[in-house]
């Protein structure tokens, strides 16, 4: 695979991320079965692995951990996240300074390492302020336990902040945005893509497959549902009137994809690929057969007229469905922060 820069840290990663959210309990729970599929993609030219301490509360990490201590460490690019909540204790979770330090030896335990190359704050935390955040993630670089951090579903302004933030006080900075986006779900072509480009920052989406909703899975004739939709029927329940406009787009790219000759998930990876901003989508597979439909993708690329018909079916910087936007402030969904009156 021809590789990319990440953002402006002469970090090359190859146009294909992959995800590790499936490995373990809320995926493929066969670690033997697991490890041969990052070995594969290893093998196929992937250098970049993505998980986070939260997938499986911690056993993504190990799957990740055992995969790598039978390959050349160096050759690979690994990234994992902080943030979510791990186990009950209502201390370990966000983006403080005290659990950011404690959480990263536990995610380098787990993982069996002794740097982890790109560290990634999961979500904004609205009860830490950014300079905290900021300062730990420096002192690990600076301590050599991380090589770069980044920022995953942050808002334009957000990132901003944040690297204002950090010029202002000597803190490296988010050198990478990790977004949703995929052909459903656009929005942040109005924003978080320019800013990340404005900024030099590297841009490694996920959900490049709209949460299975481009995967062949969906569709005139099919089940239309998701392992997740139980637990997370609002992206899902077609009883919605943003999920029926959804599956209406998915039957119209499916055509579309047929017509170009093509499959629907190389037309999706494809169009991500396709942005300037964008260094390399997250393939999220749970089995081999899944890897193996995603890694041709690299070989595609889209003419400018597919690439207007797929504007056609869904404008540039729209969401089909708000809600995939992944994460909303605290002042769109707390009442009280805007409303002055309320029952």
């Not at 944040?162 to 945005?177: C, I, L, N, P, V």
């Not at 943003?242 to 629907?264: F, H, T, Y």
């Not at 995939?324 to 805007?338: E, F, K």
Request: proline share 5%.
């Amino acid at each position: 695979m021809e590789l990319r820069t990440l953002g402006r840290t002469g970090l090359t990663v190859s146009p294909l991320c992959l995800g590790a959210m499936m490995f373990g309990a809320w995926g493929n729970t066969d670690h033997e079965e697991s490890i041969k599929i990052i070995h594969r993609a290893l093998d196929a030219g992937i250098n970049f692995i993505d998980t986070a301490d939260v997938y499986s509360q911690g056993e993504s990490e190990e799957i990740v951990g055992k995969a790598l201590s039978s390959v050349d460490r160096s050759s690979v690019v690994l990234a994992t996240k902080v943030h979510g909540q791990m186990g009950t204790d209502p201390l370990s979770q966000g983006n403080s300074r005290r659990w950011i330090m404690a959480e990263v030896e536990h995610s380098l335990k787990r993982l069996k390492t002794d740097y982890i190359d790109l560290y990634q704050i999961h979500r904004p935390d609205e009860s830490t302020d950014i300079e905290e955040t900021l300062g730990a993630l420096s002192d690990l670089v600076h301590q050599g336990k991380i090589r770069y951090f980044g920022s995953s579903t942050f808002p334009a302004e957000q990132i901003v902040a944040a690297q204002w933030a950090a010029e202002r006080h000597g803190y490296e900075r988010f050198r990478s945005e990790q977004p949703p986006y995929s052909i459903l779900v656009r929005a942040i072509e109005r924003d978080v893509l320019p800013t990340a480009q404005s900024f030099g920052m590297g841009v490694i989406p996920w959900s490049p497959l709209a949460g299975g909703w481009l995967s062949g899975k969906f569709g005139e004739g099919k089940k239309n549902t998701s392992r997740r939709s139980a637990r997370l029927p609002e992206r899902y329940d077609l009883e919605s009137p943003a999920n029926q406009r959804k599956l209406e787009a998915v039957v119209k790219l499916i055509a579309l994809a047929d017509e170009v000759g093509i499959s629907l998930i190389e037309l999706a990876l494809a169009f991500v690929l396709e942005h300037p901003a964008v260094t390399a989508p997250i393939i999220g597979p749970r089995t081999m057969k899944h890897l193996d439909s995603q890694l041709s993708a690299t070989e595609v690329r889209l003419e400018s007229a597919v690439l207007d018909r797929i504007d056609e079916i869904n404008p540039p910087g729209t969401n089909v469905n708000p809600i995939d936007a992944g994460w909303q402030p605290s002042v769109l969904t707390n009442m009280r922060r805007r409303r002055r009156s309320h029952e």
